[in-house]
């Protein structure tokens, strides 16, 4: 991709409303633009890393077995009313009216949709165990909408749903999304720490929160230092065995700011291994039982002919959230260094000299090879000066920069650079290629 024919309205000023980190790199880097409180347009750039957050979250569901479907962002209110949700929610769904006077509303999480779906089409626990999961957009009319994509009013929001004729089923559907929220973080170069947590007005009587360690985050977390270094579970984890001991051992001590906590485990601790920190919330997983399939009659025929209620969990991640999280994770006072596998490019050409023949051809040829190895290229072919370029691409945070200029290209030289580390290297415009395309 052409810098100059993409759009790309990068600011030079911080804005005074952006109060953090996130906000402030995500306007500055022309990812998003505030169209009202708590709502932003997605700009290309910052679209491309959405997307690519997407995908992860889109292989890691269907590889533990879920299905995608896609439900709308406007409900009925005789769903909620059917649940006894509609008045229980309170102020922050967005209540409103079509022209027949039907009272709809702008949904801000599914399990009344998911579950009214589920009741129209299977009847037999043979049909069980089932997962559905949809990436929709929500929204929730936030008091004080603030820390852009953090606590926006509409965002992007995985949600699944799993259905199980026992508790038993139910537990191990819970537990298989447990494993792949670990996985799904760790593939965006984020190390989660799960901890347990408060069900809220979701209900039930399990539930994790997946914390991302950032100073910024609102959540307190005491925990084993070991946590964070652990590696997640491997592709080849057998699902169907039990992953009680697995979870109890990745779960966090303590939890400052929830109900569910352990200060004497945290306290019993040697104090090296003794961590506080503060995370962003970024995933959330609940067992609920039969809290919405009763109500609802969401009933399946049994093995010996009874009818019995439908076992229930739902897992969300915060997929638009998690742009927010990434950059509080992982930038410095340049800007946004992206993890490799949500970066919206992989490599940053620079191109120092646009009207000098031969550093335009070389910066070409290399375009060229790059994009035909598979490399996704945004090639800074304008005429500005060489600092704002630099400022430019180090600011959106792009894992390697390849640098071209008139006396590298009159030696046969170019110059690598490693968004994250700085590390600087001067390579055969060949040695150059190789390393880029294997990285």
């Known amino acids: 991709m052409r810098l100059s024919r993409f759009f790309l309205p ?167 999304m447990f494993v792949s929220y670990l996985r799904t973080f760790a593939r965006m170069g984020l190390k989660s720490i799960p901890m347990r947590a408060d069900t809220g007005p979701i209900g039930g009587d399990l539930s994790h929160e997946f914390i991302i360690l950032a100073e910024t985050g609102e959540s307190q977390v005491f925990c084993d230092k070991a946590l964070v270094d652990m590696e997640p579970p491997g592709a080849d984890l057998d699902y169907e065995a039990d992953l009680t001991p697995l979870i109890e051992a990745r779960t966090a001590l ?80 340049a800007g946004i260094i992206w993890p490799e596998p949500v970066a919206p490019f992989d490599v940053g050409l620079i191109n120092l000299k646009v009207d000098d023949q031969a550093t335009s051809a070389l910066a070409e040829k290399l375009l060229a090879e790059l994009e035909g190895r598979g490399r996704d290229v945004l090639y800074d072919d304008t005429g500005e000066r060489a600092g704002a370029k630099f400022a430019a691409m180090d600011l959106i945070g792009l894992p390697h920069q390849l640098i071209i200029g008139p006396k590298g290209a009159a030696k046969g030289e170019v110059e690598v650079k490693n968004r994250r580390t700085g590390e600087r290297q001067t390579l055969s415009p060949d040695a150059a290629l190789q390393m880029l395309a294997m990285a």
Do not use: C
């Open 254 to 333: 303590y939890a400052a700011t929830e109900e569910m906590h352990d200060a004497a485990a945290f306290d019993a601790l040697p104090e090296d291994r003794r961590l506080a920190a503060r995370g962003i919330e970024v995933g959330h997983i609940f067992y609920f039982g039969t809290k919405y399939s009763k109500p609802m009659n969401a009933k399946v025929t049994a093995p010996d002919g009874t009818d019995v209620p439908v076992e229930m969990g739902s897992y969300g991640i915060g997929v638009s959230r998690l742009l927010g999280a990434i950059i509080e994770a992982s930038h410095d006072e």
């Open 10 to 176: 990068v600011l030079k000023e911080t804005p005074a409303d952006a109060q953090i980190v996130s906000h402030r790199l995500m306007l500055r880097a022309g990812m998003i633009r505030q169209e009202a409180a708590g709502i932003y347009a997605w700009l290309p750039l910052g679209l491309r890393v959405l997307k690519k957050i997407e995908a992860i979250v889109r292989e890691e569901m269907d590889r533990a077995g879920a299905i995608e479907l896609l439900m709308p962002t406007i409900q009925s209110a005789e769903l909620w009313r059917e649940s006894g949700r509609y008045d229980d929610y309170g102020k922050e769904m967005l209540r409103i009216e079509d022209r027949h006077k039907r009272e709809m509303l702008f949904g801000p999480t599914n399990e009344e949709m998911v579950t009214d779906i589920f009741r129209a089409s299977v009847r037999s626990y043979r049909d069980l165990p089932l997962n559905l999961y949809h990436i929709q957009w929500k929204f929730r009319d936030e008091v004080r909408p603030r820390f852009g994509v953090m606590r926006g009013r509409e965002f992007l929001m995985k949600d699944a749903y799993s259905f199980d004729i026992d508790e038993a089923g139910a537990r191990r559907a819970y537990q298989k």
